[in-house]
């Protein structure tokens, strides 16, 4: 299974964009790259999935180097509302259950 | 459309109880799965069931714990002669079937916090 490594922790501002880091070494040919976001007392959601060089939807973008041992999700202009612990996930789609590792993730906080 | 349920959103129970929690999936996921969340932790995967296949239990902690899915659908996980150490966020998950080529994510209820005294 690809390991990820994320920040625990990030503080930022309204009105900026966050550019939030997962380090994935050992990912495989078959993996896909998936993030999450969740808030309290709520289940995870997704944001974001890509496999290779740049994803963007209304909501984010994610950005995975030419080696795939990296990606970056990007939050553009993140307002108060976006304060969440955002998950970065590695596996191969088409084998789901235990394939799919939620570590402790990013606890982002955006500040007024 | 409806998204993951779960029921109850909230259960206190006294230790050594049994505990049934109960997870309606979106309406034609084949797959589904429980996942176990501590105060502050990331996921813990429990179980998967997809299909008609074989459930995946690896993950569940005990033989305290166990997991049906009837008729392809409603999911109930059960956890015997509860433990303090069992208190958490249980989460179910859901995602469409596999194969079509396209992203599947997986589909979250918002969880059942078991609260054992």
């Known amino acids: 299974l690809a390991k990820t490594t994320q920040p625990i922790s990030m503080d930022s501002y309204e009105g900026q964009e966050v550019n939030i880091t997962c380090s994935h070494n050992?990912?495989?040919?078959?993996?896909?790259i998936t993030w999450y976001q969740q808030f309290p007392s709520q289940g995870p959601r997704f944001i974001i999935q890509g496999y290779k060089t740049k994803v963007t939807n209304e909501v984010a973008s994610l950005f995975i180097p030419a080696d795939r041992k990296s990606s970056t999700l990007s939050l553009p202009r993140v307002s108060l509302s976006d304060t969440a612990v955002y998950y970065c996930?590695?596996?191969?789609?088409?084998?789901?259950?235990?394939?799919?590792?939620f570590g402790p993730g990013t606890r982002l906080s955006v500040l007024p | 459309g409806a998204g993951v349920s779960q029921s109850p959103s909230n259960k206190v129970t006294e230790k050594g109880k049994d505990v049934e929690l109960r997870c309606d999936p979106i309406?034609?996921?084949?797959?589904l799965y429980w996942y176990r969340q501590s105060l502050g932790q990331g996921l813990e995967f429990l179980i998967y069931?997809?299909?008609?296949?074989?459930?995946?239990k690896s993950g569940l902690p005990s033989d305290r714990f166990s997991a049906e899915r009837t008729g392809g659908s409603v999911s109930t996980l059960t956890i015997q002669r509860t433990q303090q150490e069992d208190s958490a966020v249980y989460l179910c998950?859901?995602?469409?079937?596999?194969?079509?080529?396209?992203?599947?994510?997986?589909?979250f209820g918002d969880g059942t916090r078991l609260s054992i005294l």
């Open positions: 998950a859901s995602s469409p079937p596999s194969g079509t080529g396209d992203n599947q994510p997986q589909h």
């Open positions: 069931f997809q299909g008609n296949s074989a459930p995946d």
């Open positions: 996930l590695v596996g191969d789609i088409r084998y789901y259950g235990q394939n799919f590792v």
């Open positions: 050992n990912i495989a040919t078959n993996d896909y």
């Open positions: 309406s034609g996921h084949t797959a």
